[in-house]
């Protein structure tokens, strides 16, 4: 698949480059409308779904106004979850204080929100998106374009790490964008100030995907550097385990700020040795350090963190407890990074992400959390890539 060429705002041929993306959007306005769906109904689905809803009705002469959204059917107070949403537009499973837009119906068969649908909007646990695609495949356009709303990733069998967004495109046969970044659902919903990245890697989309998803009180900025994107949502999970042993352990918040810094420099490492060429300035978008600090206060691995240095209990035991339905992607994460960064020879390089991972198997007391901190070198290590502005 052929990455669209950078967009360097500070270079010299900016102008020229935002006229072609400019020129591409208004092909998309007087060609047929685009139709989107949104495959996932949990409170971040059905947060971004109003949004969503609200723009396509405003864009009428680009956008096809309905929006199909899958739903998992449920029975909830007798009736059927999708007859519930269609009827009162409230989602009282995930999102009962909220209306949706009349212009989202809600469907139990995924192939029939999907097959007819320009943009594919996943918004799923990423334990279900193998089985997702594998219904889709062949059952939606081959020109579609679907766009990553998880955050999380698989293992491949070969130990490394791999972005949802590739599965996606390797299992659908389609291109995928990502969005993430510092997005509570209820605090969005709620149209609180709130700021996301659209990680795009199809160029004529550019556009279209900032206006389907922002809002007032929504930033949405969008870069080419979908890899950054993505993986910053992963890692972001191994400091929020940390900062959550910070606050089980009561320590002061010097002690939590030292654990965000220093666990964004090692973000900043990782993605330099392991996703060479992405763009430093993406760190500093909303799928970074914004979406670090906010994981660092309210996260589930923060929480879950902070359970078992209270409580004391394993982590297989609480996380049935705390995140049910979810994958503990704390310590998973860091096992993986682990993994990678032995066969690198790069552990010592790495003395957070690697005193995460020996905690959580138990291979070192919670009092090492704070040693790591201390006793890390100075010397900032970095390969021969070199970060793009």
Known sequence: MNEPKPMNPHGSGWANELAAVDEAYLHYKMADKISTCIIGSGNWATTIARNVGRNVAAMANTMEPKVYMYVYEEIVEGRKLTEIINTTHINVKYMPDFVLPENIVAVDDIVTAARDSDILIFAIPPTFVSSCCKTLL?????????????????????????LISQIIMRQLKVSCSVMVGCNLAHELAND???????????????????????????RVVVTEDAD????????????????????????NENTKAGIIRRGFLEMLQFVDVFYPGCRMG?????????????????NRNRKLAEAFVKTGKPLCELEHILISGHEPLGPVTAELVHI??????????????????????????LTRLVEALCQASEDIFHPQHTFQL
């Open 138 to 162: 062949g059952k939606v356009k081959p020109t579609a374009h679907a766009v990553s709303l998880i955050k999380g990733f698989e293992r491949g069998d070969d130990g490394q790490i791999i």
């Open 192 to 218: 609180n100030f709130a700021e996301g990245t659209v990680g795009c890697r199809d160029q004529k989309y550019y556009r279209v995907l900032r206006d389907i998803f922002k809002s007032e009180t929504f």
């Open 228 to 251: 950054c994107v993505e993986i910053c949502s992963t890692l972001r999970n191994i400091i929020a385990f940390a900062a959550g042993c910070s606050d089980g352990m009561e320590l």
């Open 282 to 298: 993406t760190f500093f978008e909303a799928c970074g350090i914004s979406d670090l600090v906010t994981s660092c206060y309210a």
């Open 340 to 365: 990678l960064l032995k066969k690198k020879g790069l552990v010592d390089k790495f003395p957070l992400f690697t005193t995460v991972y020996k905690i959580c198997m138990g291979d070192l007391p």
